[in-house]
């Protein structure tokens, strides 16, 4: 058979949860990671599905909130896990809220929906009644649209497109690639622009960039010209992939978080995922940017994990799982596989994972509804027990030519919430051969 190669800008590997799970516990699926997803799916009434992210928070922003971001990922993994058909229904839910916004029909997609089964008439939105206040309130993030939720969306969509589903979910991927393409920025050196912010008529307009958003974009426009081969979205990924790249700072041996809103000045909040994932993104990258790698062991490793940035006053659970990952794939494993055992110190009582070891870890950055107040990471206990951390077993592919991996769950600011984190990689695909990733293999 002829070798036919062709390069896969996104990657996803399923690294499952239970990988290190004793074997009697892998008899029983509350113990696996994708039994444990697929019967949140089993539990819910039929119909386009999307899934709470904190499903016992009683009151407040987070009650009966679904993220995006959250459910994108929830959808990628079922398909990673086999389960496709209930992949199809968050992917349902995702095309079924782009048609029926209660007020934009430009193809965005908002950051939050009210979890549940999707029924009749606008996507509903989270909120929650305030009682000080004698009134409905809905949070301005949920509301708003962020390029890098707008990316995983794609990246969900693209995920459960198959021969067996027409093109829907491409058609789907490609509306909300339309809307992302409008926030590309010609000030500094290019990139995307991170979305809006706040609720209709008129939301925030965000004039930063992030490092972390245009690396997730490089991999949904990467992966949407392969789908559909029009070279227009290959073009689109080069923007991003040339903002990250430029977005290194020799000086300091890392990559900068993004810009400042005037799109130009750098943003020098050392950020642990900036480093970690344009490694795992960019052609060459792992190779040209190796002492990022370096800089995040010296500067942010605490406790024998990472934290999330220099104050290094606990271990991130979630950029840990990261840098095991990558270390994995540059084959450092006893590295790695001592971050997986910080990472499994972490269990809550649930089997999920606490997002830090301590009770407030601080990101650097500061709240967007609440710019008085600082960003963090709280010690709360994560339920998704089939959200994973690198285990080291590859589960086969989501497209058949590529392998995915999930790292573990985070809970972020204010607005905590259950996740999975795929890895990107720019990988050398053989057909019917051995998966060779160029940046990582020299």
């Not at 905590?416 to 990582?440: D, Y």
């Amino acid at each position: 058979m002829a070798r036919i190669e062709t390069f896969v800008w996104i990657v996803t590997t399923f690294i499952i949860i239970m990988a290190a799970t004793p074997p009697r516990a892998l008899a029983t699926p509350e113990a696996s990671a994708c039994g444990y997803l697929a019967g949140l799916i089993d539990k819910a009434p039929p119909g386009p599905l999307f899934l709470p992210s904190y499903p016992t928070v009683e009151s407040g922003p987070l009650h009966g909130a679904a993220y995006l971001y959250d459910n994108a990922v929830a959808a990628i993994a079922l398909v990673g896990c086999g389960e496709r058909d209930k992949a199809r229904r968050i992917g349902a839910a995702i095309l079924w809220a782009i048609d029926n916004d209660r007020t934009w029909h430009d193809g965005r997609l908002r950051n939050a929906y009210a979890a549940g089964v999707v029924a009749s008439g606008s996507a509903k939105l989270p909120g929650w009644w305030d009682n000080t206040q004698n009134k409905w309130l809905e949070d301005r993030y949920q509301v708003g649209s962020d390029v890098g939720n707008m990316a995983w969306a794609m990246l969900a969509l693209l995920s459960i497109d198959d021969v067996n589903t027409g093109s829907r979910f491409r058609d789907g991927a490609a509306r909300l690639g339309a809307w992302v393409a409008q926030w590309a920025d010609t000030r500094g050196t290019g990139g995307f622009t991170g979305g809006t912010f706040g609720h209709e008529p008129t939301p925030e307009v965000r004039t930063w960039k992030s490092t972390e958003h245009n690396t997730d974009l490089a991999a949904a426009f990467g992966l949407l010209a392969i789908r559909t081969g029009d070279s227009r979205w290959r073009d689109k990924a080069t923007v991003a992939e040339y903002f990250v790249n430029t977005m290194w700072d020799p000086a300091c041996a890392c990559f900068a978080a993004g810009t400042a809103e005037d799109g130009v000045t750098h943003n020098p909040i050392l950020a642990l995922d900036a480093q970690v994932w344009p490694s795992m993104a960019l052609p060459g990258a792992a190779e040209k940017f190796a002492s990022a790698i370096t800089t995040a062991e010296q500067r942010m490793s605490v406790d024998e994990g990472f934290s999330y940035g220099e104050d290094r006053d606990g271990v991130w659970t979630e950029g840990t799982g990261q840098m095991a990952l990558l270390l994995k794939l540059l084959g450092r494993t006893g590295r790695a596989k001592s971050l997986i055992a910080v990472i499994e110190s972490q269990r809550s009582p649930d089997g999920g994972l606490y997002a830090t070891t301590v009770r407030e870890l601080p990101t650097g950055f500061v709240l967007d509804t609440d710019p008085t107040k600082p960003r963090l990471y709280f010690r709360l206990p994560h339920l998704g027990a089939f959200v994973g951390c690198p285990r080291g077993t590859w589960v086969q592919s989501l497209y058949g030519d590529k392998r995915t991996s999930v790292v573990e769950p985070q809970c972020f600011s204010s607005r905590p919430f259950r996740s999975v984190l795929i890895s990107i990689c720019p990988q050398r695909v053989t057909f019917a051969s051995t998966l060779v990733c160029p940046s990582m293999s020299g």
